[in-house]
């Protein structure tokens, strides 16, 4: 997280009841992290908000086994916390993690620092009680209500309807509204409707890599304390595969093994059995192992879960329907921004309403796709690349050389140089998209001139940094004359 000093009240936070388009009904479908902090945000402005969610009340019972505990919280995500006023509150939910503690087979550690700025890192976060806490402060609103047990199972987007069934009592219901807003989900049921449906032009695809996920654990310590360094995010990259884990407030780690289904010598297909898991493990993760005595529990309890990344257009039909979060930009887990670029989406959103919102809802979701489209596009495709870099890269030696390089370079020019992590995790008001792009001609011009012997990490560090920025420069300018952007 960014502690440096930035104006935190650059957003204003309206009270409800103030700034009414007059009383105006938004049905939101989905009250996870993205629906949850959407309805807070729509109901300070004064909207009369419903939201309906498929699943129980996650403050009331435990919903989470297998499914991604924590996440990676970071400036973006912030960012959106600050516009609704609970910045404090959510902090209160963290645990910093500067830096990524890569194990090698022999069990040896080593740090890498995600910035040379000592201000700069992420945070581990718990879902449920991030989710918890959204959702109770959404409902101190009059005007949001929250229904749970509820499923989607259509939408008519022409006359702005909802088709909803409730689990307890099997009654299928109508919901209409003004307009509706999907952020149900990678598995949207508005983004079905619109697929389905065949009313206009819609564009959708679902890309799945040939590796999965599996979620595990390592229990705290008896004394209630952390087996393994509490402050970073762990990972043991294997070359095809790998696994991470992120520490939780009671001192356990979510860990999580991604691995190919079905090839390589190990595999989720022929991981059938404990004494084979166990062999994995102590070959492959011996230092883990040691860990994690509830491995196999674990292994054989929950589920395998595929990793895929969803990119659709348009989002939205007329002023009735648009679809947000993941239901519009569904993405890989490894640049930990899925949930940050969910926030981000309301916040873009706010402002697109703050500039719009006397031309009406089909201007207002016109305008936000225009302006957010390329930025989802370009996260999705920098978590793909990270897959690669953390379960492979981080391993490699000239990688490592130019960590180090980048890192001495953020310490030393704190305000001229920010590695292409650092731009996309740590710089909230730089676009996505803007990020990847000099992040990539960063990468390009610091791998090239290692390999070349035009700069080691011997060189006199402001002799590097205009050496890179020439080269990056020079790379974008390359790039723009192609026209790759």
Request: charged share 30%; proline share 3%; hydrophobic share 35%.
């Amino acid at each position: 997280m960014n502690n440096n000093t930035k104006d935190s009240n650059s957003e204003k936070v309206f009270p409800s009841g103030e700034d009414l388009d007059g009383a105006q009904n938004i049905l939101i479908i989905g009250a996870g992290l993205c629906g949850s902090l959407l309805a807070l945000r729509l109901g300070q402005r004064g909207y009369n908000v419903n939201v309906y969610e498929m699943r129980p009340d996650l403050r009331k019972t435990d919903i989470s086994a297998g499914r991604s505990i924590n996440l990676a919280f970071s400036d973006r995500g912030n960012k959106a916390m600050k516009l609704v006023g609970i910045e404090d509150k959510v902090k209160e939910l963290c645990i910093p993690m500067n830096g990524r503690m890569l194990h090698d087979k022999e069990g040896n550690t080593f740090l890498s620092n995600y910035s040379g700025r000592d201000y700069e890192y992420i945070n581990s976060i718990s879902r449920g009680e991030l989710n918890g806490l959204l959702l109770t402060e959404a409902e101190k609103h009059e005007n949001v209500s929250i229904h749970f047990n509820k499923k989607c199972k259509s939408v008519d987007f022409e006359k702005t309807t909802a088709l909803f069934k409730d689990y307890h009592t099997k009654d299928e219901f109508i919901e209409d509204a003004d307009c509706i807003i999907a952020t149900d989900g990678a598995g949207s049921a508005l983004r079905k409707s619109y697929y389905l449906e065949k009313k206009f032009l819609f564009s959708f695809s679902q890309d799945y890599l040939t590796h999965g996920y599996k979620e595990l654990s390592i229990l705290p310590a008896e004394d209630g304390g952390y087996k393994t360094y509490k402050n970073a995010l762990h990972i043991w990259p294997r070359g095809d595969f790998m696994v991470i884990a992120l520490p939780n407030l009671d001192g356990s780690f979510t860990v999580t093994l991604f691995l190919s289904y079905d090839e390589g010598e190990y595999n989720f297909n022929n991981l059938t059995t404990p004494e084979i898991v166990t062999e994995f493990f102590q070959k492959e993760f011996p230092d883990a192992l040691e860990l994690m005595p509830n491995l196999v529990d674990d292994f054989f309890e929950n589920p395998t879960a595929p990793l895929g990344t969803v990119k659709c257009s348009p989002w939205h039909y007329k002023g009735n329907t648009l679809l947000m979060g993941d239901s519009a930009h569904a993405i890989v887990p490894f640049y930990g921004q899925g949930m940050n670029a969910s926030f981000e989406d309301v916040v873009v959103f706010d402002k697109v309403l703050n500039t719009h919102k006397e031309k009406g809802w089909e201007t207002v979701f016109s305008e936000y796709e225009r302006v957010r489209k390329p930025d989802t596009d370009a996260i999705a495709d920098l978590a793909i690349d990270n897959f690669h870099e953390m379960k492979d890269h981080v391993a490699n030696p000239i990688f490592q050389e130019k960590r180090k390089i980048e890192m001495a370079l953020e310490k030393n020019f704190p305000e001229g140089y920010s590695s292409k992590y650092s731009l996309v995790t740590f710089n909230e008001d730089i676009g996505y998209r803007k990020a990847m792009l000099r992040g990539r001609a960063q990468d390009k011009a610091i791998l090239n001139m290692l390999a070349d012997g035009v700069i080691s990490t011997e060189d006199d560090i402001k002799d590097i940094l205009d050496k890179v920025k020439t080269e990056t420069e020079a790379i974008l300018e390359d790039d723009r004359i192609a026209g790759l952007h």
